[in-house]
């Protein structure tokens, strides 16, 4: 699937403006719903790993930085990463790919999207991503796993066994997505690995543990107005 170009030079504390609206997209077929695909944390578990904060628009965003980063608070997060930065109109984007990894063949990608403007909910917004996972994906290959959410956060997972145009290569993608006013955003974890059957999670790139790990990780993030 097509991805950003821009490299990111700057500090990941970024400053934007509102810009244009958000539309809304039809909604999408559950190939399987998996309630408990975002448990709650156990009490007193703690995340390790170090957070980064962005500004989207009108609000803040306080994430954590990819799974691949070193978790020691004297460590520089921004040696372990490549990044790619854009802002388009309405629309922000920040992408991430381990050091050692390329754009243009990663295996592991890690993003955050800021939607300004957005007067849909999240399921729109969950609509919109499937929407265009249906464009590069063999529709006889593709499953959604929509998670338990509500209007401020929800949880999505696509499996994407198989690209339209590449066969051999296909890849799990897992969203929070989460809305505070006229602000969207949505933080994603992408694998990619050879063709896969989106129905059967033994044979993903990467285990259904895993991803249910990094998208508790990945909840526990906050889109909240400046203070």
């Not at 959604?144 to 956060?153: D, E, I, M, W």
Request: include cysteine; hydrophobic fraction near 35%.
């Amino acid at each position: 699937m097509k991805r950003l170009s821009s490299i990111f030079k700057t500090t990941l504390s970024v400053l934007l403006i509102a810009g244009a609206t958000g539309a809304a997209s039809p909604t999408f077929a559950q190939s399987e719903t998996l309630d408990d695909l975002l448990p709650a944390p156990q009490k007193g578990a703690k995340y390790r790993g170090l957070n980064a904060t962005v500004r989207l628009f009108d609000s803040v965003l306080v994430y954590p930085l990819p799974d691949w980063s070193p978790t020691e608070a004297s460590s520089n997060p921004l040696t372990a990463s490549r990044f790619n930065r854009r802002q388009k109109g309405n629309i922000f984007s920040l992408e991430m790919v381990p050091k050692e990894e390329e754009f243009k063949k990663w295996r592991n990608l890690y993003g955050v999207v800021g939607l300004a403007n957005f007067r849909g909910s999240t399921q729109q917004h969950a609509n919109q991503i499937v929407d265009q996972f249906k464009t590069g994906c063999r529709p006889s290959n593709l499953s959604v796993r929509p998670g338990s959410g509500n209007n401020t956060k929800a949880v999505i997972v696509v499996a994407c066994g198989s690209y339209a145009q590449k066969r051999d290569e296909g890849e799990i993608a897992a969203f929070v997505l989460f809305k505070n006013g006229k602000t969207a955003a949505r933080i994603y974890r992408e694998w990619r690995g050879k063709a896969f059957q989106a129905e059967v999670t033994s044979t993903w790139p990467v285990s259904e543990d895993e991803v249910r790990r990094v998208l508790r990780t990945m909840a526990a993030s906050t889109l909240k107005g400046p203070n």
